[in-house]
């Protein structure tokens, strides 16, 4: 089932969001110490190893689950730790570490100054207080300063995904009920101002019944990055505490070229394994670098980006190609030989 302008999921009357939250935070422990937590890896959803380890160790049964796929929108991960603490400010942080005041990220300090997201902020942190609870919330910060390869308009914008309540992850069933989160405290001809709330939630696209129909939904011509495909009513893990969580990439924001490697009986194992890791270095591998750590802002730089973009790389062509295991440390250097090819790709987002 698609959905129309008006889901089905945001119309849940207020009053029953705000008891799904209750009930929440009823379940869980309260208030805490707050440290950083870094967003979980996204694996592509033909990754068959991945789903297969699901499917064999885990008690769900995929499906039989609800489905719900999102945007996935082409920015910079943001997460914002609100604490129960009337004490603490505030804390921003971008994928892989926190922010400090003086570190300019895609101008998110001016973005998160301005309404309405400095009003959100200020609302969830008065939640957070009065019901003793911390927020982590998670989102996508967008626009014309970050990557330039969606036309999302002429102002950054952020766009909430995934919000932990308590540091436990909720169901996006639940993530969902954050519109009758900010609506708490607010005198009622608050809401009759234009405002929704929805505006700054990732949109949801379908909701599907079953694991296989949903990794067939359709994106051919799809605007947009692609879409993320998980369970909508239950968060669920593996064993080793991954969660199953997927995304569908537009073809045009692959991190992997498709290019048949030509078949040379003279060429060795390794040399083959180094024309198709070339393959994992491309265009949109370095942009998706540049949107976790911000941007390069001079040469100087550049060994710690192309160090980042080879372990990218990396990470990605091994889960690929499991028999590098048997390779010895020596030839996968060679394997691995592409310092040339990202440093090139770098130059053309040096700022200075």
Same mark, same amino acid.
Request: with cysteine.
């Given at each position: 089932m698609k959905y129309g302008k008006a889901t089905i999921i945001l119309n849940i009357?207020?009053?029953?969001?705000?008891?799904?939250?209750?009930?929440?935070?009823?379940?869980?422990?309260?208030?805490?110490?707050?440290?950083?937590?870094?967003?979980?890896?996204?694996?592509?959803?033909?990754?068959?190893?991945?789903?297969?380890?699901?499917?064999?160790?885990c008690s769900d049964d995929l499906e039989e689950q609800t489905f719900i796929i999102t945007e996935k929108i082409d920015g910079a991960n943001i997460q914002f730790?609100?604490?129960?603490?009337?004490?603490?400010?505030?804390?921003?942080?971008?994928?892989?570490?926190?922010?400090?005041?003086?570190?300019?990220?895609?101008?998110?300090?001016?973005?998160?100054?301005?309404?309405?997201? $400095?009003?959100? #902020? *200020?609302?969830?942190?008065?939640?957070?207080?009065?019901?003793? @609870?911390?927020? /982590?919330?998670?989102? %996508?910060?967008?626009?014309?300063?970050?990557?330039?390869?969606?036309?999302?308009?002429?102002?950054?914008?952020?766009?909430?995904?995934?919000?932990?309540? $308590?540091?436990? #992850? *909720?169901?996006?069933?639940?993530?969902?009920?954050?519109?009758? @989160?900010?609506? /708490?405290?607010?005198? %009622?001809?608050?809401?009759?101002?234009?405002?929704?709330?929805?505006?700054?939630?990732?949109?949801?696209?379908?909701?599907?019944?079953?694991?296989?129909?949903?990794l067939d939904y359709d994106i051919e011509g799809f605007y947009g990055e692609g879409v993320i495909i998980q369970p909508y009513t239950k968060v669920i893990r593996n064993f080793s505490g991954e969660r199953f969580i997927l995304k569908k990439k537009s073809q045009q924001f692959k991190d992997i070229e498709h290019k048949k490697i030509k078949d040379n009986s003279e060429q060795t194992q390794i040399s083959i394994l180094n024309e198709e890791f070339k393959l994992y270095i491309t265009e949109n591998r370095v942009l998706d670098t540049i949107s976790k750590h911000g941007k390069?802002?001079?040469?100087?730089?550049?060994?710690?980006y192309i160090s980042l973009v080879l372990k990218d790389a990396i990470e990605d062509f091994n889960k690929n190609h499991p028999e590098v295991e048997n390779i010895a440390e020596k030839e996968l250097k060679i394997v691995y030989n592409v310092g040339s090819s990202i440093a090139n790709l770098l130059l053309k987002f040096v700022e200075g």
């Open positions: 009357f207020c009053l029953t969001m705000s008891r799904i939250y209750d009930i929440v935070i009823a379940l869980h422990k309260k208030g805490g110490v707050m440290n950083f937590k870094r967003y979980s890896s996204i694996e592509n959803h033909n990754n068959q190893d991945f789903i297969t380890n699901f499917k064999q160790h730790m609100i604490s129960a603490d009337e004490n603490e400010r505030t804390i921003v942080c971008k994928r892989n570490s926190q922010l400090e005041t003086y570190e300019d990220f895609f101008d998110i300090w001016n973005v998160i100054a301005g309404e309405p997201y $400095n009003w959100l #902020l *200020q609302q969830l942190k008065r939640i957070a207080v009065h019901d003793n @609870v911390n927020f /982590r919330l998670f989102g %996508e910060l967008y626009g014309p300063l970050i990557n330039k390869r969606i036309n999302y308009g002429d102002e950054q914008k952020i766009k909430f995904f995934d919000v932990y309540i $308590n540091d436990v #992850l *909720q169901p996006q069933s639940v993530f969902f009920t954050m519109p009758a @989160v900010f609506s /708490r405290f607010l005198p %009622e001809n608050h809401l009759s101002k234009e405002f929704s709330y929805e505006d700054y939630l990732v949109k949801p696209l379908a909701s599907i019944k079953g694991l296989t129909a949903a390069i802002k001079n040469r100087s730089e550049l060994g710690k």
